[in-house]
């Protein structure tokens, strides 16, 4: 009886394994530090984002490969700048983000009346999760951003 049972069981899972799509999570750089980010980026600003919007993603050059896994809008995020670590953003500018369908969003989520520090490699304004960008009201980023200052400092 209990042998039976455990085929019933090792047939069940295996039945279920057939079943179940594949995961997509973000796949970003392990081990990377904000020190390492910092001297990547061309721009490292705090900003308090302003509003938010959906805009049709057809207003975006996507390549054809990105265009698979985007959805047909992306959020625009208006900001004022707070403080500038590295570079020289706008003064009052947007931040787009990608909603992506077929994979893991990597998308950091920017609210409206919440400071963040925006990390980036170009002035597309296109941020992602792995662009190493965080809120500024988690607890444990206040001591990051008294890391950027000492960084910005030398």
């Known amino acids: 009886m209990k042998r039976q049972l455990l085929v019933v069981r090792l047939a069940f899972l ?80 947007y931040l787009n983000l990608l909603v992506y369908t077929n994979t893991g969003n990597c998308a950091v989520d920017l609210m409206t009346g919440v400071e963040y520090v925006i990390f980036l490699d170009s002035k597309d304004d296109f941020i992602i999760a792995c662009s190493r960008s965080f809120p500024v009201f988690v607890n444990e980023n206040v001591g990051r951003v008294e890391k950027l200052r000492k960084m910005k400092a030398n």
Do not use: H
């Open 14 to 93: 295996i039945f279920l394994s057939i079943w179940i799509s594949p995961s997509y999570a973000c796949e970003c750089a392990i081990n990377t530090t904000d020190e390492q980010f910092f001297s990547k980026s061309k721009l490292v600003f705090r900003v308090r984002i302003t509003d938010n919007e959906l805009r049709p993603s057809q207003e975006i050059n996507l390549d054809k490969l990105s265009s698979d896994f985007i959805g047909t809008e992306y959020v625009r995020a208006k900001y004022r700048l707070l403080e500038v670590f590295k570079g020289m953003p706008s003064t009052e500018g």
